[in-house]
């Protein structure tokens, strides 16, 4: 179902494409969780913080993607807003071919990196074997989610962000059981996770496909505009690029903390794992409103009004303050109970809940900080800014290393585990003065051109 978002009462039309994303998103990190969730009762504790060790690298390599992949349907949101079909059929058909090539590109690149990259993170020796078998099937996989990302990007675009909802939760619900039949059944351990993950994923990218194919006309390119263009190449490049990176360099500074987290041995990190799952759980709330908001500045841009994208902002904060406070509440009283989910029945979880217990008792703290990356940095980039939200992953990557540093050079776990708190604190506050420069650009030009 197709959504302008450029006229009418602005707190409602943001909740309601919010709702859809969110509930998607929670699902989409239920993929990763089940993996956890069965493989640490099933295979076992070593085998859960393998999957876990992991983490970083997935973000890393599928952070690039998406964040490229969404860069692509920038562009599409800007001409749905200004009502241009042709243009939004173009963008689709050079962002597909785009996809195509990237995914080659990744998935050789990824794959052959590797060994260099979990040896780079001090992957516990006990646990290499099993992490590397996971990691490389998910490179190996990594089409099926390039196009799924493709696929929910351009129906978000165009402001259905129910149909991909529709989508991932099928897919999730196949993902588990694929889980227990490749673990339990054919007995793959964490080889089985890994295929089950890139199997529900490239299911859910067919379903998009078809549903787009079938429903969303506007989305559909003429045989004539399957082609590479020079201009929707080099503005698809140049927003999805930077936003890739800024993934990239976010990933880097996790791969950095979680290096230090390795180093307190294989308990620590199944503790920190379980813990940093149930967390990423709850910021889901903080993505969505990003993504939400980088369709709602994109189509609202497309129509020249920035005082709508103003208020939006407003309204976006308004609720994410009141998100946070819920979702630190949650952490705080259900972290305990959480946790013991992850790991095989009779494991002595009273050693692992201090190591999770830590890191959830700072990391609930700064959700709000988290929420004002995400909406204003998906905002300057709905509004066609890419170095200033790129300069927000910098300050992630400078306050992750610093901390990271610091937890090791004191062998220190509570600092190491502070290690996102913090990038979240000094990137939020850049992102906040970024957005206010962005906006006042913006109204200088646009009072320049009445």
Sequence with gaps: MQKEMTRGPILPQILQFLFPLFVGNVFQQLYNMADMIIVGRYVGAGALAAVGSTGTLMFLVLGFALGITAGFGILTSQRFGARDKAGVQRSVANGTLLAVL????????????????????????????????????????????????????????????????????????LNVGLDLLCILYFQMGVAGAAVATVVSQAISALLCAVYILRAVHILVPEKQQWKLYRYETREQLRMGLPMALQFSITASGVMIAQAAVNLFGSLAVAAYTAASKVSMLLTQGCLSMGQTM???????????????????????????????????????????????????????????????????????????????????????????????????GVFELGARGLTALAGMETHSYAISVACDPMAWLVAGIFALFAYRWVMGNLEKKQGKMV
Aim: charged share 10%.
């Design 102 to 173: 990237l995914s080659i590109v990744m998935t050789v690149l990824s794959t052959v990196a590797v060994p260099w990259l979990l040896s780079l993170m001090n992957t516990p020796e006990d646990i290499l074997g099993d992490a590397r078998t996971y990691i490389t099937i998910i490179f190996q996989g990594l089409f099926a989610n390039i196009f799924y990302n493709m696929g929910s990007v351009f129906l978000r675009a165009v402001g259905d962000s129910r149909a991909p909802l529709f989508f991932l939760v099928f897919s999730a619900c």
């Design 294 to 392: 980088a369709t709602y500045a994109g189509q609202n841009f497309g129509k020249a009004d920035v005082g709508r994208i103003r208020e939006g902002v407003k309204k976006a904060l308004q609720v994410m303050a009141g998100y946070s406070l819920l979702a630190a509440i949650v952490l705080h009283y259900l972290l305990p109970f959480l946790v013991q989910f992850f790991f095989p029945e009779g494991t002595a979880t009273a050693e692992l809940v201090p190591w999770a217990r830590t890191y959830g008792d700072i990391a609930m703290w700064f959700y709000l900080p988290l929420s004002m990356i995400f909406i204003f940095r998906n905002v300057m980039q709905g509004v066609g800014y890419a170095l200033a939200p790129t300069l927000c």
